[in-house]
């Protein structure tokens, strides 16, 4: 049984930053891609940032590229998303996500086996 923990999230002022955390159990986090997502009312669920399984290599997507930082740490089965220079739009719960094996960068919900709960993140103006 795979299990994955969201903590950070809360309420924030634009131009601030939070750490979100996610903490896997249940299998080997170093072998498996994990990812971060977001979803606001109304919206799919947007993909974020990835990092491989084998040498940490990561993928932003262009809408955080820059503001976002996605990192891991194997030893505390624990992957972060350091968010920076945050907008009232980014506002949305934030889901981590571990991914099926695929030959390449997994940046949709369906290459996705499991899922955490998710982390509300309010940000205001």
């Known amino acids: 049984q795979v299990q994955l923990v969201e903590s950070g999230g809360g309420l924030v002022q634009a131009g601030g930053s939070l750490r979100l955390s996610c903490t896997t159990s249940?299998?080997?986090?170093?072998?498996?891609?994990m990812g971060w997502f977001r979803q606001s009312p109304g919206k799919e669920r947007e993909f974020l940032a990835v990092i491989g399984w084998d040498f940490g290599n990561t993928y932003h997507a262009d809408s955080v590229k820059g503001r976002f930082t996605i990192s891991r740490d194997a030893a505390k089965n624990t992957m972060y998303l350091q968010m920076n220079s945050l907008k009232p739009e980014d506002t949305a719960v934030y889901y981590c996500a571990q991914a099926r094996m695929t030959p390449h960068w997994p940046t949709t919900k369906e290459e996705y086996a499991y899922w955490g709960q998710g982390t509300q993140v309010t940000v205001s103006s």
């Open positions: 249940g299998r080997a986090f170093i072998k498996y891609t």
